[in-house]
């Protein structure tokens, strides 16, 4: 088992808030993915998630020239920020790209960045950054015997002159439409992150935002979303209840799994028990799940088809827990 | 995680040494089962084979070799290393009325049974066969179209816009994906996956066309429709077999120059002569496999 879980013995069971989310959206894809750590052996990578990993980078880059020591932003230094991150993406993405995400959508999305980013967002002041793209953990107790361990990722952390703090996070979108702005207010990742940092630093944070930039129609638009403006303090928690439901979930199939990789495998495959499947989630987000093939086939041949088609990312193994 | 085995589509015309690759696989390997279509057409390259091999043509053949255990389950019964099945359609003479196409579900069954006893071995053993081969692919094809023909009563394909078209296509599609999925499973458990097929031209289109390989050079596997265009991708390589003009068999490999190959394999530059060829046999070719 310590393959699956090196952590299952000491009773830790690690989850980020973005693995939560696709747990709470297919808890096979989840376990799959992120606990048997299955990648298709014919590489098949999500376009839009390799896109805006390197838009993030990029992003950082810009920030890390946009401001001084303290945090402070330095506007005059913005055409030397667009540069960085225009460099930082290229170094990042692999050319030509992937569809319609190319290296050139990039240099306009980050252009349009560079002219339009406010790093307060919406709520107007004097902003400075105190952290990005830190990683921090948090403790959560499932039982007497095991805990959960969420790792996560927050692109920015603000504080303005009145001591109050504001989360950024930066998303890039198809569309920046009305389905879209819903879902960033609603999603568990947001409201965890909330939470999760509330918690780490003992204070509350006043504000959470979306940064959106808009891929489609080569606009390039940005807008921001303000997505705590109808949250409660019950809102908030309940998005750590959830990923607390997905930790035990996990911890259960970990621990009565079998322990080997392939009664692992038998049971996410085939025990709807340990592991269900939504499959209204096959083709969510304009790309087909890597595992629709091996839930759409015969069950019996499942573990066969997986054992031909998917191989273990070692990388994902060691990184596990990451967002 | 078990290492798959390896698997290839190996395409070219009648004679040019396809059978002859999945020979020496049998021979190299030291162990396999062939599945042969349409019946015992391509036993003959398989000759050599005999004193160790279970040879499967009747039904007297398969009452023989499998057998039930104590639950009920059917399971291969012979040691012999070597199995070779053939699938035909017998009584299928649409002509005469008579519909019953069986061959390529009798096939699917049988390709179960081979899963089920690879399953059921443990993962650090050595597969009980070694390799799986389908000679010809294109063949099952022809068996799935029997099915077809024989389910929706068509004497021979209909137009693919006309009545009873669209039920006809897309039913021979799933049979062949079904066959498919069988032999990519079987593939999981260590066993190499080699498929020939016959092979016709791609029709010529603007958009098949490149800077120096016209449409018109493209082969592919002898399948219909939609499911022609989706063979390659299962399978880690693609080699077209051939005579050269001095009466020498050949494998040849060719990176797809249109589209963006998603081949987990490439072949060893320093094993391909200039026009990407190397001698038609398992050892050569599976020595000059690379992983990406």
Redesign the interface.
Known sequence: MEQLAPYLDAGLVVLSPTRGELAARCHRRHLLSDRLHLRPRVADKSPALTFGGSVHVARDAFWEEATDPDGYELPERRPRALEAAQEAFRSHYPDPGLDYHTVDLGMLLLAEYAKNAKLGGVVPGDWKILHREQRFHYDLPLSDSATLRIYYTIDTLLENAEGELCIMDLKTASKLSGLWRASQTNAIQIRAYKALEEARLGRPISYVQVEGLQKKDDSGRMEYVWADASWTPSYVSEALQLLKGIGLADFRFLSTAGGSFDSALAAALTNPALATFNQMDCKSYYYTCPFYDLCYSDPELRIGLALSDYEVDVQDYLDQGAD | ??E?GRSALVLGPSGSGKSHLLASALEAEGSGVILMAMGLDEVESYRRFYPEAEIVATQADVERVVQKDDAGNAFIASEKPYLLAAFDDDDFYPSLGQWKAKGLENAVQWL?LV?AA??KQP?DQEPRWKVLGVDTYTGFGELAGNAMSGKLKFISPPKARGEGGAEYYVGYRNKLIEFS??C??????GCHWLATAHVQMREASDTYTGQDVSAKEQQMAMFTGAFREQVP?FFDLVLYTGVSSNGKHYAQWQADKFRHS???YVMDPAALDAKGRLENDWPTISKAILST
């Open positions: 995680m078990r798959p179960r899963y690879l399953a993962s999925r069988a990519r499973a079987i593939r999981g458990f991708s998603k081949s987990r």
